[in-house]
């Protein structure tokens, strides 16, 4: 089982003419209420990778139906705390030039409780998988109790927060970034830097590291694997990130190579590159299957 302690955020995406203006009540062109949250993205990639996978945040109680919609596509969500907070919610204007402009609200999202966190970790048994990001409260103490218990650690720290995820890389087994989460941790200016900085500064960590339309590193003691991404036609990479995660972790849980495992993640995020949205682009694994017997 991979235990994902994630966001689950509702979309209300917007498309205006312009971004609003100081004072300016304006009608949108169009609105949309989607599925977000990289724990979400990430929990409905590994599902879909064919993964146990359990979710565990908090939304608001009359929120159901996005339950639902996890549910549906093979997340458990039976961990998902129902609370009298927000679920959390982003506000997104596109304008048209496709740039985006967005409120964020945590709400639910960072009212993870240690009482939660202690009772899931509870369940969890030798060889269960935690999988983390930044879009929750608690995350340093959800990994010091899961190294506790010997589970094993995968950690996204998106969005990069330095002062939290620098202190917790002692608890974490599996660190996985893109190319500007590198670049801020390690404090750099350039990719190459990152990609030589990293397994110096983190010789004793495992790390995945994505480089968009490049591909992805692999560093593990002694280790240095470089994969190299698929060609496609790119329309939004929304989610290709989160793709990526879901579809490598739920092969290297199923015990294939960590080569053979990255191959899968390429593909997948390949995939959903070619498509528009986020949830909605997440290939499910007999896509990713075709997508490699070409
Ligand atoms: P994030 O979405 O977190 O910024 P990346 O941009 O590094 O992450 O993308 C994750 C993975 O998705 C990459 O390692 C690659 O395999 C795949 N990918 C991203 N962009 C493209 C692209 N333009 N063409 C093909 N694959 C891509």
Redesign the pocket.
Known sequence: TIYNFGSINLDHVYQVDHFVRPGETMASESYQCLLGGKGANQSAALAKAGADVRHVGAVHSVDKLILKQLKDVGVNIELVAQIDMPTGHAIIQINKNAENSIILYQGANHCLTEEQIDGVLDQAAEGDWVLLQNETNLVPYIAKQAKSKSLKVAYNP?PMDVSITKPLLDSIDLLIV??VEAMDLVAVDSVNEAVEAMPKQFPNLAVLM????D??RYFEEGTDLYVP??T?E?QD?TA??DT?IGFTMSAMFSGLSIEESIKQ??AA??IC?TRIGALASIPNSDEVAVFLSH
């Open positions: 998106a893109n190319e994505t480089l968009g339309s591909g992805v991404a698929f496609v790119a990479t290709a990130g990526f993640g390429c995020s390949a590159v």
